[in-house]
């Protein structure tokens, strides 16, 4: 037997079953809107982020081009005999600002950003649902949250994890709260 009821109060399996399913419905209906919760912070905080990356990376593209594009007009006006290092430089930086903005599009930041707008999005109509379970007080032979569970599943798999500072930062902001 398992922790569910070893307690030695029950007096026979059906009676032990039935305590472990009630154990069960109640670790759902508790766990099942927290964890909701909790994703859909950090899924809002990594689409923040995302979005501060893909910001960062146009600001730099433009920074490090005007950059180049300085250095370029300089071998045109500076005498390459008092700076031999000029052309080089200016051909070098743009190497750089080529395989930077290469980089900074294979990101895909926006579109990793949207994907975790839509999921939670997704989280935020589950959690509505999950509320509107809990208040209803349906029972049924099945219990009503382990769909919801398995459509939390199913949302999970649909996009990208965020990463684990996302979840720091969402779990810090729901304790502030």
């Given at each position: 037997?398992?922790?569910?009821?070893?307690?030695?109060?029950?007096?026979?399996?059906?009676?032990?079953?039935?305590?472990?399913?009630?154990?069960?419905?109640?670790?759902?209906?508790?766990?099942?809107?927290?964890?909701?919760?909790?994703?859909?912070?950090?899924?809002?905080?990594?689409?923040?982020?995302?979005?501060?990356?893909?910001?960062?990376?146009?600001?730099?593209?433009?920074?490090?081009?005007?950059?180049?594009?300085?250095?370029?007009?300089?071998?045109l006006?500076?005498?390459a005999?008092?700076?031999?290092?000029?052309?080089?430089?200016?051909?070098?930086?743009?190497?750089?600002?080529?395989?930077?903005?290469?980089?900074?599009?294979?990101?895909?930041?926006?579109?990793?950003?949207?994907?975790?707008?839509g999921?939670?999005?997704d989280?935020?109509?589950?959690?509505?649902?999950?509320?509107?379970?809990?208040?209803?007080?349906?029972?049924?032979?099945?219990?009503?949250?382990?769909?919801?569970?398995?459509?939390?599943?199913?949302?999970?798999?649909?996009?990208?994890?965020?990463?684990?500072?996302?979840?720091?930062?969402?779990?810090?902001?729901?304790?502030?709260?």
């Open positions: 037997m398992d922790d569910c009821a070893d307690n030695g109060l029950t007096s026979s399996p059906k009676d032990y079953d039935l305590q472990c399913e009630a154990q069960d419905e109640e670790l759902l209906e508790s766990y099942l809107p927290r964890i909701v919760d909790i994703t859909r912070r950090s899924r809002i905080e990594a689409e923040r982020r995302l979005l501060e990356d893909e910001n960062l990376a146009r600001h730099a593209n433009v920074y490090y081009a005007c950059l180049t594009t300085i250095l370029t007009l300089l071998t006006v500076v005498d005999s008092r700076a031999p290092f000029l052309p080089f430089l200016s051909t070098a930086s743009a190497i750089v600002l080529t395989m930077a903005i290469i980089y900074a599009t294979s990101q895909n930041y926006r579109l990793q950003a949207d994907r975790m707008k999921c939670y999005t989280l935020q109509e589950l959690r509505i649902e999950i509320s509107r379970i809990l208040e209803l007080d349906e029972r049924a032979d099945e219990h009503p949250l382990t769909k919801c569970a398995e459509r939390y599943v199913s949302i999970m798999r649909a996009t990208d994890n965020h990463l684990y500072k996302d979840y720091l930062i969402a779990v810090n902001a729901k304790r502030k709260e």
